[in-house]
């Protein structure tokens, strides 16, 4: 690999062209979330380090895998591959699984060159900041949190890598929201059963597909670790056992938080702004204290901004969702071409495939609304044919204005389970899914009237490749 | 110190910036809420808090458990 941590990453992103680097002193509030904005809000933004930041002593970095060339050169693509091929590219390895190496020598792993275990204060560390006006205080929104199932101590499998956004309550206490459905909350249930404490790892500023496969649905038994090994194409990547714990924590991140989760006890958390482009509010939340700080020389603080989509959230809950649903789709439905559920976690989810029969599409969507994603998460279905692009979206919309007639091609279901966090659902949790059909009829569904669909005149695909090269020079 | 959020008297000084004091961030122990002595008015000060997001402190127990605290199991 090109890199194995998240500064061989940042050298990456620089020699490829897609690293800014800020080294005038710029304000916590409200300069590192604007530009958090502003990297994103630019045609294939780049990531940003800010190496002066007032009133603290390290660097902050945002948007490291934000946007479609930063996406494909964290799976080492050339960063003009497009989102379609990316998500080939990411199907393909999707199997390779591969166990992480697990070190031995402390020297080996940056992450603990420094290690503090007595008054620990976050501020000291990490250059904590507000993303959004009203969000309840300073949040981490882009740690890999690692746990393991009390029941089960030694399974590699069980432990859990997850994304959740924490809020700094203290100089060494924390908030995180556990949601039922994560797998987390599993680990939290059985042991505030026995009233006992889960040991925890933060991990900051990680190699980007630790991000990645932090934000990803996988089967409760499966290691994340092992699925970036099968993103970096077979190659394993570096862990080292904490301090406090078991726990295996990636040896190049930034630095580790470890601590416990205070059983049986929950505190204010919130608002924040989420992912929809909302605030999601003040709730009685879990609560950490961190009792050991491991550190690089210098840490950076990677951090995650959060806005109207889209921001960097929309890339790292994008193609992993995609892929995912693809899989458990194709299995059963070999028809199914691809999967495009980029938009809000799914929310929309467009499929192409080759209708079997007539009334297959519906089929197909009832089948992805029972997928692990798309059970609560997707609303709205899409279902175009297997000639179309669904990343695409003009061809997408081409179908919409042509194959869809709204009288006979839309289904809505009520009563079924939702997000959350939709702004729109009435009953948090609760939402209808709507199915648009908008392939071509197969028999024995037929269309309205024949129609003779317009074919590309010959030779046009060399012509393509023809002009591009006259255009380059 | 008033909290600018939940008008608590439980509001303090949690720290002081790493680098020259260059700013001190405060914490209110009942709502958790923090914010920094370079905030603006309508983040730090009770009277012009946004409205929209106060909280109060009757409604603190209501607000919802997440996740639920299951049963202690006996032994
Ligand atoms: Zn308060």
Not at chain 1, 80 to 100: G, H, I, S
Not at chain 1, 263 to 275: D, I
Not at chain 1, 433 to 462: F, H, R, S
Not at chain 2, 37 to 42: A, L, M, N, R
Request: glycine letters at 6%; a neutral charge; aromatic letters at 8%.
């Amino acid at each position: 690999m090109a890199f194995k941590d998240l500064r061989e990453f940042l050298k990456y992103l620089d020699k490829n062209g897609q690293l800014v680097t800020v080294n005038d002193q710029i304000d916590p509030e409200p300069d590192i979330a604007a530009i958090g904005r502003a990297s994103v809000n630019l045609p294939e933004g780049p990531a940003v380090l800010m190496n002066k930041i007032k009133g603290y002593p390290y660097p902050v970095a945002i948007n490291i895998c934000g946007g479609w060339a930063n996406h494909a050169l964290m799976m080492e693509l050339p960063k003009e591959t497009t989102v379609r091929d990316q998500f080939f590219a990411m199907n393909e390895r999707w199997d390779k699984l591969t166990p992480p190496t697990v070190l031995t020598n402390k020297k080996d792993a940056p992450c603990k060159e420094n290690i503090i275990t007595k008054d620990i204060n976050l501020f000291d560390v990490m250059a904590l900041h507000r993303i959004n006006d009203q969000d309840g205080g300073y949040y981490i929104s882009k740690a890999a949190c690692i746990t393991r199932d009390l029941n089960d101590p030694e399974s590699t499998g069980k432990e859990n890598i997850g994304t959740y956004r924490i809020q700094v309550k203290g100089k060494d206490l924390l908030g995180i929201q556990a949601l039922g459905y994560h797998d987390i909350a599993i680990h939290l249930r059985e042991a505030e059963k026995q009233n006992k404490p889960v040991p925890i790892a933060i991990a900051l500023g990680n190699h980007p597909l630790v991000s990645y496969m932090a934000g990803t649905s996988i089967a409760y038994d499966e290691s994340e670790y092992d699925y970036v090994g099968a993103l970096q194409n077979g190659v394993p990547l570096e862990v080292i056992k904490a301090e406090e714990s078991n726990l295996r924590v990636p040896a190049g991140s930034e630095a580790i938080l470890e601590g416990y989760i205070l059983p049986r006890q929950r505190g204010v958390e919130g608002p924040f702004g989420e992912f929809p482009g909302t605030y999601s509010g003040a709730r009685l939340q879990v609560e950490i204290k961190v009792t050991t700080i491991t550190h690089r020389n210098n840490p950076i603080f990677e951090n995650l901004y959060v806005g109207i989509p889209w921001t960097e959230i929309d890339w790292l809950m994008g193609l992993n969702t995609c892929v995912a649903t693809y899989r458990e789709m194709k299995a059963q439905q070999p028809e199914v071409v691809a999967v495009n559920a980029l938009y809000t976690h799914g929310a929309v989810t467009i499929i192409s495939c080759k209708p079997r029969f007539g009334g297959y599409a519906k089929t197909v969507a009832f089948r992805a609304l029972c997928s692990v994603n798309g059970r609560t998460n997707t609303k709205i279905v899409i279902v175009v044919d297997e000639n179309i692009d669904p990343f695409n979206l003009e061809q997408v919309m081409w179908c919409l204005a042509n194959r869809m007639a709204p009288e006979n091609d839309v289904a809505i279901i009520k009563g079924a389970p939702g997000m959350p966090l939709d702004p729109s659902s009435e009953q948090a949790g609760i939402s209808a899914k709507m199915i648009i059909d908008a392939t071509t009829p197969v028999p024995p569904a037929k269309m309205p009237k024949e129609i003779n669909i317009l074919v590309p005149p010959v030779g046009y695909q060399q012509w393509e490749q023809t002009l591009a090269k006259m255009l380059k020079k | 110190m008033i909290c600018p959020r939940c008008d608590s008297d439980t509001a303090h000084k949690l720290v002081d910036a790493p680098v020259n004091k260059a700013w001190e961030v405060f914490l209110c122990d009942t709502c958790f809420y923090s914010w920094r002595s370079t905030d603006p008015k309508e983040l730090s000060d009770p009277k012009t808090y946004s409205k929209k997001f106060k909280i109060d402190v009757a409604n603190i127990p209501k607000l919802a458990v997440i996740p639920p605290i299951p049963p202690l199991e006996k032994k």
